[in-house]
């Protein structure tokens, strides 16, 4: 019997034909959001960002000012239950543990159900029920490096 002790839900994708790690899959996300860093190492030509006038307020009432938005193809799942879609997501130049937060607006388009309890991501294919597991090894690593973070910027 598994551990039940609250870790996030932390997949991996498959963004513009690479393996994304350290995703988190976060309901109350109104946005999807890739991290600067994780978009540099996509070499997607910055041609592809978009500038939008929006800001961004994060947890402590922060505002962050997005570099652009940008679409890319993000696949969910293994063959042959695997689901890919064209995902808006904002650019954001911020320290994070996380590479990508998918939001209501992938969860939405891609008709997905995020379980906590279970670790999943469920979503339908036109092959039956497609899964996504989440990695509570990575979970913790990069809850822990939120800490470690927090803790740093107190200091």
Known sequence: MRNHNNDALVISVTLSNFLGKKVLVDSGSSTDIIFYNAYVQLGVDNAQL???????????????????????????????????????FLVVKAPSAYNIILGRPSLNLFRAIATTFHM????????????????????????ANTLKRSRERLG
């Open 50 to 88: 978009w500038k939008v006038n929006t800001f961004l307020t994060g947890f402590s009432g922060e505002m962050i000012e997005p570099l652009g938005e940008v679409t890319l193809p993000l696949s969910l799942g293994s063959y042959p239950k695997r689901s890919t879609k064209m995902v808006k």
């Open 120 to 143: 999943k991501l469920k979503f339908p294919t036109s092959d039956g029920v497609g899964e996504a597991v989440g990695d509570e090894r990575m979970a913790r690593e990069c809850y």
